[in-house]
């Protein structure tokens, strides 16, 4: 790859692959994100983004972290997307692909020890402390804030609208989201789908991906 590729892969968000990724599965994993999410010829368009098909690119993209690279850039279509939805993009797909996201010129490991790790459920109305006191079988200490064996859950108002709960909005009349952190990441997805259930809402990863089973944070 020349220079000027190099150069074009670096304006953007992007995704670093280990191996050229399948197309069909690169789009189920973003969809993850936008449920309207859809393929445009080669490419696939997200929530005011373009995903570029993915081209191998040189070593050195990644800082030759990896042996070969397939790279998939994030580029707006319009307005710069909301709230990093582009980079959150680059790395929720980095890590599901047990790859690398680039961003202005930095490479970062998505499943680097250093990452935040954990899960938030989104849900239409805020749940009362007495409901989620229920559900978590724990005390609240304050007002939206909870720990319980192994775990720590805090209910936030959402400022934004992420792709993946576009399904709540048509009911939603409070969004908010309760995020929940622990050392076992297992444990912590089981408590998200649980309070997803209860609540109705959709439980997602640190990069708004909804996840279906609890390993989708491993």
Not at 97 to 107: D, I, P, T
Not at 189 to 218: H, K, M
Request: with cysteine.
């Amino acid at each position: 790859m020349g220079w000027m590729a190099k150069r074009r892969l670096r304006t953007g968000p992007t995704a670093a692959f280990p191996a050229k990724p399948d197309p069909a599965e690169v789009l189920r994993v973003v969809q993850l994100a936008d449920p309207d999410a859809r393929s445009d010829g080669g490419d696939i368009l997200a929530a005011d983004v373009r995903l570029h098909a993915a081209v191998e690119a040189e070593t050195d993209l990644v800082g030759g972290e990896l042996e070969e690279v397939w790279a998939v850039r994030v580029a707006a279509e319009g307005p710069l997307p909301f709230d990093y939805f582009d980079r959150y993009l680059a790395e929720g797909i980095a890590f599901r692909f047990n790859g690398l996201a680039v961003c202005r010129g930095e490479v970062s490991d998505p499943r680097g020890e250093d990452v935040p790790r954990g899960a938030a459920v989104i849900v239409p109305v805020r749940p009362a402390d007495e409901e989620l006191k229920e559900i978590l079988d724990t005390d609240p200490q304050d007002h939206g804030t909870f720990e319980g064996d192994g775990f720590k859950a805090v209910v936030v108002p959402l400022k934004t609208r992420p792709p993946a709960v576009r399904d709540l909005l048509p009911f939603a009349t409070e969004l908010t989201a309760v995020e929940l952190r622990g050392e076992d990441l297992e444990m912590v997805g089981e408590l998200a789908l649980r309070l997803a259930e209860a609540l109705q809402g959709i439980a997602v990863d640190r990069w708004c991906f909804r996840i279906d089973e609890p390993g989708d944070l491993l």
